[in-house]
């Protein structure tokens, strides 16, 4: 059974920083993803990074957010800097195992606000 808790989200002022971390259990092997849905609107690919270490970015993260992982913890990490009020959203860690199955977390809430 593959499970993955998100944590590290929170209230943040426009600005600052947040790490966020996705422990996996059950599996560890696969592309991690975190993907974020704000209100009303549809859940968006954030960043990915491979069993290798290959990482990809959507626009919005470029320059800003870093994604790795630890595969001696099992453990990915999102750390986003300068973020923006546009970046609220409840943010999703996603594994996809080596046979193309999609397990997500539950989702970490991230607010951006003064």
């Known amino acids: 059974q593959v499970q993955l808790v998100e944590s590290g989200g929170g209230l943040v002022q426009p600005g600052g920083s947040l790490r966020l971390s996705c422990a996996a259990s059950g599996s560890s092997f696969g592309s991690l993803g975190w993907y974020r849905q704000a209100p009303g609107k549809q859940r968006e690919l954030v960043a990915t990074i491979s069993n290798s270490g290959n990482t990809n970015y959507a626009n919005s993260a470029k320059g800003r957010f870093s994604i790795s992982r630890d595969n001696t913890k099992n453990t990915a990490y999102l750390q986003m800097n300068s973020l923006k009020p546009e970046d609220t959203a409840v943010y999703y860690c996603?594994?996809?195992?080596?046979?193309?199955?999609?397990?997500w977390g539950q989702g970490t809430q991230v607010t951006v606000s003064s």
């Open positions: 996603k594994l996809r195992s080596t046979m193309g199955l999609d397990y």
